[in-house]
């Protein structure tokens, strides 16, 4: 039963692939649509009749599209047709292009060869162009180096032949020696010729600026002095041109400027001044040191037009040192040659000044002048030039003056010393001196100094005028002195001798006066020269130009008040009979041993005797115990401090005195018997007694 259910093996395949087909398969849908456009009915003929049915709408369809693109056919056959025909053109073409290449070849390569030489061609053109250029001058340059007005063009065409110059010196280092070498000829030839034409275009250019007073440099002279510096020969004749004719142009300008003023009067003419020295003088010096500011920089700018001005001083950046020297040089060359022609009147009119014999403070403010101008005109123009010169021989004159008149001043006072005052004070002719010192010295402090000069010395001036005042007041004390020594003398020559006797003591000090006469005057005289020295000393403190002077009156001062101290202590010490005892007192406290074995006692000895030293000592308590006058106190000192000083020095010269005879008064070796009835008075009362 199994084996009759079974199907066959063909219709089990075709079972199996249609249950196997996909029905939701876009294609199959696609073809059942077609299917059902044409299969009208399901019968089962139609069915048998399926594949034949499906063969005939295929068939069909082909007849439709055959028909269809008959035209298409129709066409492409056209088509056909033409591209046969163009084969044919190109063939007959190329068959024509190659008899064309084989008749046409000679000609290509000509074409070919001649361009080749084109090429070359336009290569050595261009090559001789650059030779033109740089070893050849152009008919314009050479008529603008030898024809032309001088223009910019000139300076041009200049440059170009230093071109050329330069290219023949390499052109020399190759095999073309010979071309290089007839090359540089030429290039010389053309080159003497612009500088000497070039050269007298300057020198004519100078000549007119010799002409005017404030002249203008145009940037085209410039140029032109710019490039002579490559000739300095030539370069030095424009230099003496310019100096040439600025020299007669400033002559002119300072002979007008002394006379005649400026244009309708203003300014004044210098010389209308003339009675004043100091201005006269200074106008002048102005005058030219506005004048140098103004040449200097005409010069500058003519000889070195590249260079940089700074307040009088070349700055100069990127430029060799010896191209520096060298401007230098020319600069100083020049403005020298152009000031040498002011130099004489200057002179000539500063000497009459100076003969004329201004006061004392004229001619030192004249010196002080010429000196700050002769540094900074030397500063500006050099120091071996004939106006530095000039202001240095006047600046030495003018201080010879000054000098002269100081020194002239002085032998005056010496010559006639005047007459010490009754009250010793200073002579009205110090006094003067001292003034006229006080007003030098205020126009010392405020006299000019150039940035790189300093100021005179000043102490030959203090010196030349105090020393011959400190001399004469010297002399003067000398006079007074000897005056004051006749009249004692005269005085005890006419005393008279019936005078009663006196007491031991009053022997004493009768005794030593005429020993003392000439020493006690000394007092005044040393008084005198004090408050000389103060009167000069105390108006100078405040300066410092004159510290080293009073630090020397301080010490003259001082030297003159110990004396003084010392003369008084002295004569003091004869008047009690005790200066020639403290030799021996002295000797006796400095003996030592056996030298002091050798000696017999100061008692012993006449003079040392204990009466005649209590004698002496009475004396001296009577002096240091007396009334105020007893002891000197310098009234008529005149400076307070210096009084006091000189009274304390004089108790302590006093005090030192009388300890050294208590001492050897006490030393048991000279042999007082009783010492201290003898030196009633220990050293220490005696300084509370002279109040030390």
């Not at 000389?532 to 004159?546: E, K, M, S, T």
Request: contains cysteine; proline residues 5%.
């Amino acid at each position: 039963m199994g084996t009759a259910t079974a199907l066959a093996p063909g219709l089990s395949r075709k079972l199996k692939k249609v249950l196997e087909t996909r029905t939701d398969n876009p294609d199959l849908l696609a073809s059942l649509n077609t299917l059902s456009s044409f299969y009208a009915e399901n019968t089962p003929h139609d069915r048998r009749n399926l594949r034949s049915t499906i063969e005939k709408r295929g068939l069909s369809i082909n007849e439709e599209f055959l028909a269809a693109s008959a035209s298409a056919q129709q066409a492409l056959d056209c088509v056909e047709e033409e591209v046969n025909a163009l084969a044919e053109c190109c063939d007959k073409i190329a068959k024509a292009l190659s008899n064309c290449n084989a008749t046409t070849g000679d000609i290509i390569s000509t074409t070919e060869r001649l361009k080749q030489e084109l090429e070359n061609t336009t290569q050595r053109q261009e090559i001789a162009s650059c030779f033109l250029r740089d070893y050849q001058l152009s008919n314009d340059e050479i008529n603008a180096l030898r024809e032309e007005d001088l223009s910019e063009n000139f300076f041009k065409a200049l440059a170009h032949v230093h071109e050329i110059h330069a290219n023949c010196k390499v052109l020399l280092r190759t095999h073309h020696q010979r071309a290089g070498l007839e090359l540089m000829d030429m290039m010389a030839v053309y080159q003497e010729g612009a500088y000497e034409r070039l050269c007298r275009w300057v020198q004519a250019e100078c000549r007119r600026l010799g002409d005017l007073d404030n002249p203008e440099v145009s940037e085209l002279l410039k140029t032109a002095v710019r490039c002579l510096k490559a000739r300095p020969v030539l370069f030095k004749y424009c230099a003496e041109e310019v100096a040439n004719m600025r020299h007669n142009a400033l002559f002119r300008r300072f002979i007008s400027a002394l006379t005649r003023g400026g244009a309708g009067g203003h300014p004044r003419p210098i010389e209308v001044h003339a009675h004043d020295p100091l201005r006269y003088v200074g106008d002048m010096l102005g005058w030219l040191h506005q004048a140098l500011a103004s040449e200097r920089e005409l010069v500058l700018a003519l000889l070195d037009p590249d260079s940089v001005a700074d307040t009088g001083s070349m700055r100069y950046s990127n430029v060799p040192k010896s191209d520096v020297e060298n401007t230098e040089s020319d600069l100083t060359f020049v403005l020298d040659r152009i000031f040498e022609g002011v130099c004489r009147p200057f002179k000539v009119r500063v000497e009459q000044v100076l003969q004329s014999q201004p006061n004392l403070i004229i001619s030192y403010k004249l010196s002080n002048t010429l000196e700050f101008y002769s540094h900074t005109i030397s500063d500006l123009l050099g120091r071996e030039t004939a106006l530095s010169n000039t202001l240095l021989a006047l600046k030495d004159a003018a201080q010879k003056t000054f000098m002269d008149i100081l020194k002239a001043r002085g032998e005056k006072l010496l010559r006639y010393p005047p007459l010490v005052a009754v009250d010793l004070s200073p002579p009205q002719a110090l006094r003067e001196g001292v003034s006229v010192l006080l007003e030098i010295i205020g126009t010392y402090d405020g006299m000019m100094v150039t940035m790189s000069g300093k100021k005179p010395a000043f102490e030959p001036v203090i010196s030349a005028l105090l020393d011959p005042i400190i001399q004469m007041c010297e002399q003067a004390a000398e006079a007074h002195k000897s005056k004051g020594v006749i009249q004692s003398s005269r005085r005890r020559h006419s005393s008279d001798p019936s005078q009663p006797r006196r007491s031991s003591i009053d022997a004493i000090l009768d005794n030593s006066n005429s020993v003392l006469s000439s020493q006690t005057r000394e007092a005044p005289s040393r008084i005198f020269l004090i408050n000389c020295l103060c009167a000069i000393r105390q108006p100078l403190l405040g300066h410092d130009v004159a510290s080293e002077y009073v630090k020397k009156l301080g010490s003259m001062i001082e030297s003159h008040i110990h004396g003084l101290v010392d003369k008084e202590v002295d004569s003091i010490l004869r008047k009690c009979g005790l200066s020639n005892k403290m030799s021996r007192f002295y000797n006796s406290l400095n003996d030592v041993g056996d030298e002091s074995a050798s000696r017999p006692p100061l008692a012993d000895l006449e003079d040392m005797a204990p009466a005649a030293l209590s004698e002496s000592l009475k004396a001296f308590f009577g002096l240091i115990l007396g009334s105020e006058s007893s002891l000197p106190e310098f009234d008529q000192m005149q400076v307070p401090s210096l009084r006091s000083e000189a009274c304390s020095q004089l108790a302590r010269s006093l005090a030192e005195a009388y300890e050294v005879i208590y001492k050897g008064i006490m030393d048991p070796k000279n042999g007082y018997p009783d010492p201290r009835s003898l030196a009633r008075h220990p050293p220490d009362q005696i300084r509370t007694i002279l109040g030390i």
